[in-house]
């Protein structure tokens, strides 16, 4: 091969600066030659070209040069190789020593096996036999070396390669990079190799990555510098390469690097440093993850692959979140096929902002943070052994951090746990995010003035398809919080809180209000729970309750916005003393609410209570009651007392707008004459005695006295009005009902009693200084004999007042009036519609003045049974009363009376006198009386054949100068013991008993005519009677009686007359007092 290519190489040293063309023979010659050095392998060439410049260099030019093994396989096609001989090598040496080669077009494969062993070929990836072999890419230099140490190649200074094209193909990880339109130029002069190169790299992205490759290494010697520079490059790409990048897998962004690295005598990778920028990009360890977006990151690092370690000198990150300037160390784990699977991570980090989007208005700095971790790729686990983070503002205070978060297919998986010694509220309020939870932020801002944290642990979960889960626990001191923004706030506050799904709880164990009047109010035991917003952006909160304080400072409390219970209703804050505990709930939302949207019901147990300013001029206390407050109203209940009066019962304040100013109270009352004293229900001693229970009523209303109603059923209660003969036992039921007002004095405006025997409808009024003044009783009815209006008037200086009655009935037969006392009886004015006296005489139109000083005693007008006045008096006998009736017109009153109907003028003086409960005995006197057709006495007279006082009867009438009688009254008879009638013209006596039950009469007498004469003898005979007279009898009905006269009786003296009479046994009365004697 060496003759022609002398001859080739000579022949142009005849023509310098000329380039000839080889002839065929010559290319053929030197393809011959080339396969014998080849050892069977063959090269072609389309065409040799021969140029010798001026410095005599020969130039050899192949073109579309072809190189195969001796199997026939392709190993590399060069379009165009330029190569500038040694002319001293061809004079002196007759060798073809080759001092700088241009390559143009060539094409090399470099491949990658998964065991790291890298093959080098030319020409495109395919089946060909490589031209260099190494154990790893950093050997692979060295191999390439010692292609030159060949003798054909040992004049080689320069190496040129223009167009290049590398398929590299990686088997570890599965990828294949295209270099096209790389240079490359390789150096040997000076006993070095120094190799440099510029490439693009054709990922299959958007853009381009550009390389430029320096390498220097002393010739035979392994060792060499190397230095890369990368523009461009994906991070995945960089990390499949380099164990100290394999981190960056997780980064899809185009990173900008700079590499530095040896390697030693045996040809090991020695320390590499590395300098990163990392574009703007993301963090995604799997494309179905949502990914972590960052503007710019920079890493300053250094490798050492001896202690499989990687030192990060300077690690810094900026995104929208904020950013973070570190340092740290990552040893490399779990080596497979060159590659780390894990790597553990020790960094201190500082210059941490936080600023994620929308949270923020000024970034969150964090002065330093350390952590401690391991990070596996596949599946991507981030293991956080130990992470602590310094927070601001607070020497000393961090916070610790422990957990794993992992990515994959399904998506991200986090559980982190933080703990936190100590942290003040300004602390939190600075690092808490403006827009995270802002209704909650501003309110805790505002309304949280002082307070720590302490031992805060915190815990945050995250599990694909579920909300991510977010705990809080912490206890709290020295809190100063205003719940409510119109309450004084809660000082002193301590206890635990937790924040868990969204929901926020605090719960006090110690804290308490100082209200506006009354003291301090103690909460421990309070709890309050602010839940995640609604759709209108308000945060719902509960409070649980729980409180302990004087009543004065809770009804303060209660007094205050937006409550206002007490002003409601008129009352003051101050309404009364005692302790009140208290538990319950309270519904509101953080900001605005509207009318409805507050809801609480609040029960509390208040002790020891008392208050003279509920009821005026009463005291009310009790030793327990409980009360209830929710959006309806206000209640207090249970057992208390009413200045001396027991009472169970409740206090209730609506909250409706109907009810502003006004609430009420009812309850169960004892009644006994000292409550009834007590109440101004002012009755005479001895009326009331036992004790009752009764329904009480009150209702207070603004600027109003507060208006009561009392009712009973009287069970218990024995009542008495021996005025009137009436009581009530004990254990006879009946009704009472008492309506007024509690003011000052007491107002009585109804009273009604309905008992056995009695009812009475009416009201009672008292003076400016509760005394008794009036009670007027529109209607008074006592058994059957008493229906009337009565009114009572006080009297000065007198415990008694007068009594007027004005209107009614009243049944005199059936009254059963006491006896009286023997004190000051008060006057007793009477104006009845109707008295009834017996069942068939009534004096209507009654009207009389009387006193009860020893009974009812008095004088008294009327008209019978709406006839005939008469006049009268009654008087106290025994336990009844006697009257005495006196008239103008006897005969008209007998008329009116239908006792007899035949009688004319005449007055009347009539006297009756209780015997016994049921009986009465009277006696009547009338003067100058005529009588005119008397049926009874026509008859007398006609029997007696008294023919001319038959005949004056009929005619003018007979006139009696004096009537009188002795009689009794029964409820079923009316006995005559003694009666008489005298005149000129005739005398009458008689005696007998009128059956008013049978209406049967029975009566015996003696008829004396001419009496003015025959009457001279009457001293030996009865009055009436003469010394001459008939015996008569009349028997059987009233309207037309059986009249019999003995005619042989005239014949008797009188004095003998009695021993024709029939005796009947007419009993005697006994004697009675009349008030006073009558007129004869």
């Known amino acids: 091969m060496l003759a022609p290519l002398v001859f080739l190489l000579a022949a142009p040293l005849l023509l310098v600066g ?6 065929s023979w010559v290319r053929d010659r030197v393809e011959a030659a080339a396969a014998s050095a080849l050892g069977g392998g063959a090269l072609r060439f389309e065409a040799i070209t021969v140029r010798v410049p001026a410095d005599l260099h020969p130039e050899v030019r192949l073109l579309g040069a072809t190189l195969r093994d001796r199997a026939g396989r392709l190993v590399a096609h060069v ?13 002196f040496e007759h060798r073809l020593l080759v001092q700088e080669i241009d390559l143009d077009g060539a094409e090399l494969s470099l491949s990658r ?3 790291g062993r890298v093959d080098l070929a030319f020409g495109t990836p395919g089946p060909r036999p490589p031209v ?23 004049a080689l200074r320069q190496v040129r390669v223009e167009g290049l094209v590398v398929n590299y193909q990686d088997e570890r990880v599965g990828r294949t990079w295209t270099v096209d339109g790389g240079s490359l130029g390789l150096d040997l002069s000076g006993g070095m190799t120094r190799l440099s190169g510029e490439v693009s790299v054709l990922s299959g992205r958007s853009y381009v990555t550009r390389a430029r490759i320096d390498y220097e290494s002393p010739r035979g010697s392994p060792a060499a510098d190397i230095n890369v520079i990368v523009t461009d490059v994906a991070a995945a790409d960089v990390a499949s390469q380099s164990p100290a990048l394999t981190w960056l897998r997780v980064v899809d962004a185009p990173i900008s690097m700079a590499l530095r690295a040896s390697l030693d005598e045996q040809g090991a990778l020695g320390p590499t440093s590395v300098a990163l920028k990392i574009a703007q990009g993301e963090l995604r360890p799997h494309p179905s993850l949502e990914p972590v977006r960052f503007d710019v990151a920079r890493a300053y690092l250094s490798y050492d692959p001896l202690a499989q370690a990687v030192r990060f000198d300077r690690v810094e990150v900026r995104s929208d979140w904020g950013g973070v300037l570190g340092s740290g160390r990552a040893d490399l784990r779990e080596i497979q096929a060159g590659l780390p699977r894990a790597l553990l991570g020790q960094f201190t980090l500082r210059d941490v902002t936080l600023n994620p989007p929308g949270l923020y208005d000024a970034p969150a700095h964090l002065p330093e943070a350390t952590a401690q971790f391991r990070l596996r790729l596949d599946p991507f686990t981030v293991d956080v052994a130990q992470a602590s983070l310094a927070l601001p503002g607070e020497e000393g205070s961090r916070l610790d951090l422990s957990g794993q978060v992992a990515g994959s297919e399904e998506g991200w ?12 509220r300004d602390r939190i309020m600075a690092l808490w995010p403006e827009r995270f939870r802002p209704g909650l932020r501003a309110w805790l801002d505002t309304n949280l003035t002082t307070g720590t944290l302490r031992n805060l642990a915190a815990a ?23 719940p409510l923004w119109t309450h004084p706030p809660i000082t002193g506050g301590s206890g635990r809180m937790t924040w868990e799904d969204g929901v926020f709880t605090a719960a006090l164990d110690r804290g308490q209000v100082e209200a506006p009047e009354g003291g301090p109010i103690e909460i421990g035991g309070t709890a309050i729970a602010i839940h995640p917003p609604g759709p209108d952006g308000r945060s719902p909160a509960t409070v649980d309750l729980s409180a302990r304080g004087p009543v004065t400072a809770a009804l303060s409390l209660l007094d205050q916005p937006p409550w206002r219970f007490l002003s409601s209703a008129g009352l003051p804050v101050r309404l009364a003393d005692g302790r009140a505990e208290a538990t319950g709930t309270i519904d509101l939302f953080l900001g605005t609410m509207q009318p409805g949207e507050l809801r609480y019901d609040v029960a509390a147990t208040l002790r020891d209570v008392s208050t003279d300013l509920l009821i005026p001029g009463f005291t009310l206390g009790s030793d327990a009651v409980t009360a209830t407050v929710t959006p309806a109203g206000l209640e207090i209940a249970g057992p208390a007392t009413v200045g001396s009066a027991r009472v169970e019962g409740s206090w209730r304040q609506g909250f409706a707008p109907e009810d502003k100013g006004r609430s009420q ?12 004293d007590e109440f101004g229900i002012l009755l005479p001693e001895g009326s009331v005695s036992g004790e009752g229970q009764g329904d009480l009523t009150v209702d207070f209303a603004s600027g109003k006295a507060p208006a009561f109603s009392l009712r009973s059923g009287l069970g218990g209660l024995a009542l008495s009005v021996p005025e009137i003969g009436w009581s009530k036992g004990a254990g006879r039921s009946g009704e009472l009902l008492v309506e007024g007002s509690l003011g000052s004095p007491v107002k009585v405006d109804r009273i009604d009693v309905t008992a056995p025997g009695l009812s009475a409808e009416g009201d009672l009024r008292l003076t400016g200084a509760g005394a008794f003044d009036r009670l007027r009783i529109s209607r008074l009815k006592v058994g059957d004999w008493l229906d009337a209006p009565v009114t009572l008037t006080a009297r000065p200086g007198s415990d008694t007042p007068a009594v007027e009655v004005s209107g009614g009935t009243l049944d005199l037969a059936a009254a059963a009036f006491g006896s009286g006392g023997s004190g000051d009886g008060g006057p007793v004015k009477v104006a009845l519609d109707r008295l009834q006296v017996t069942e068939d005489v009534a004096l209507t139109d009654f009207a009389g003045d009387f ?8 004088r008294f007008s009327g008209f019978v049974n709406g006839g005939p006045p008469v006049t009268g008096r009654v008087a106290p006998q025994g336990d009844r009363v006697a009257a005495r009736i006196q008239g103008e017109d006897a005969g008209a009153v007998m008329k009116a009376a239908n006792l007899f109907t035949r009688a004319e003028g005449g007055a009347l003086d009539l006297l009756i006198l209780p015997v016994d409960e049921a009986s009465y005995s009277g006696e009547l006197w009338i003067t100058d009386l005529k009588v005119r057709d008397a049926p009874v006495l026509a008859s007398l007279l006609n029997a007696a054949s008294v023919i001319g006082l038959l005949q004056q009867l009929g005619g003018q009438g007979i006139l009696f100068d004096e009537v009188s009688a002795d009689f009794r009254i029964d409820p079923t008879a009316v006995t005559v013991n003694r009666a008489s009638a005298m005149g000129a013209g005739l005398g009458i006596s008689m005696a007998g008993v009128f059956d008013t039950e049978n209406y049967l009469m029975s009566f015996q007498g003696v008829l004396s005519p001419l009496y003015l004469l025959n009457g001279i003898g009457s001293i030996l005979t009865r009055p009436g009677e003469g010394l001459l007279g008939f015996n008569f009898t009349l028997n059987g009905d009233p309207d037309a009686p059986a009249v019999g006269v003995n005619p042989l009786s005239v014949l008797a003296p009188g004095a003998l007359r009695d021993l024709l009479r029939r005796h009947r046994g007419v009993p005697r009365l006994p004697p009675a007092v009349a008030p006073e004697e009558p007129a004869r």
Do not use: C, Y
Request: hydrophobic fraction near 45%.
């Open 132 to 154: 260099g072999r190494a154990e790893g890419l950093a050997s692979l230099p060295d191999q390439f070396e010692r292609l030159f140490e060949r003798p054909a190649l040992s």
């Open 665 to 676: 109270v009812r309850a169960q009352v004892e009644i006994n004459p000292r409550v009834l």
């Open 460 to 482: 945050l979960r995250i599990v694909p398809g579920d909300a991510p889960g977010i705990a809080v626990t912490a206890d709290f001191a020295g809190l100063d919080v205003k």
């Open 79 to 91: 379009p165009s190789v330029a190569m500038q001989v040694s002319p001293r090598g061809l004079l």
């Open 18 to 23: 000329q380039e000839i063309t080889a002839p």
């Open 851 to 858: 006193s009860t000083t020893a009974g009812l005693e008095g």
């Open 113 to 115: 096996a998964r065991d």
């Open 413 to 424: 998986r986090v559980a982190l746990d933080a703990h936190l010694g100590e942290i003040a």
